[in-house]
């Protein structure tokens, strides 16, 4: 079943698919910015899964690629997986995306989208579920930014 | 990264704020204030955070996202204007992919999440000691409602 949240949006969102393509015990690799991180436990936040310019939340499948493929151009940045089990169980897509860029990662590239909802409102709480599970795979090196 | 502007912290100064519509009213450039000398040195170290995300790079996320807009900006400033009343204390700031600023408050067992969105609008998400998440949104000239939410995070 295909959904958008076209009008919700600055950037209208593609009408993706979630066919199942994804499967369900997919690790699906997330690059972090080092402020998308709690300032005492560690543990990623939920603003990770967030855009809010197109809806999309672009992720890599990590078994159609490596962690150093997606962090090869970014050093600066941590790298955290989830399920696609646990996005679809707090109300996301998840869809193939593949992405033809040249890039070693750029085939293994999907989406998640949150399902459509009353207002955004409801976005950010899914989106804090699916950081709590969240595991990482490299911790982003250690900066000043937004924590003290 | 960041320093504290401590020099400014003793000079009589104020802090202008921001000249938007408040509830209704148009309060002008000074008409809403915080004392310099009231503020918590955090406070500015927070608006500094905040100013310098203007020079946060296109694709800062490594995602295309441009960085906070002026209206994010704008906003999130108005919002830490309420924290010290509220004695909050400190905010975690950080951009959001897409344009958005959030500032986080993490307790032993309980969070507030206030989110500002590209287009200035807040989203909050409040997790209580129990577990409880109340989330919900305001509008980014609704002063008081935000007031209410941060103090409500106090209690």
Known sequence: ?148 | MYSTPLAIASSAVLVPSVPAEVEGRHGGHFADVTAVSEAPLWYFRAVSIVNDFRDLEPNWDSYQSPPPTETALTSALLVLRLVPEVGLGAPHIAPVSGGGIDLGWYFDRSRLEVEVLPDGSIEYVFQDSGGRIDDGSIDADHVTAIREQLRWATT
Not at chain 1, 13 to 36: C, K, P, T
Not at chain 1, 66 to 87: E, R
Not at chain 1, 103 to 116: I, Q, R, S, Y
């Open chain 1, 1 to 148: 079943v295909g959904h958008n949240v076209a009008g919700d949006y600055a950037v209208a969102a593609r009408a993706l698919i979630d066919n199942g393509a994804v499967q369900d015990s997919e690790h699906l690799l997330r690059r972090i910015y080092r402020d998308w991180v709690h300032p005492q436990t560690g543990r990623v936040l939920g603003m990770a899964f967030v855009d809010r310019l197109s809806g999309e939340v672009s992720v890599f499948r990590e078994q159609m690629t490596t962690v150093d493929a997606v962090m090869s151009s970014f050093p600066m940045m941590g790298c955290t997986s989830v399920t696609a089990q646990i996005c679809r169980a707090n109300e996301h897509l998840v869809a193939a995306d593949p992405i033809e860029d040249n890039t070693p990662e750029g085939p293994a590239h999907a989406v998640l989208l949150p399902k459509p909802a009353p207002s955004k409102k409801r976005i950010r709480k899914y989106a804090n579920a699916i950081a709590a599970t969240a595991v990482w795979r490299r911790r982003p090196p250690p900066q000043g930014g937004g924590v003290w």
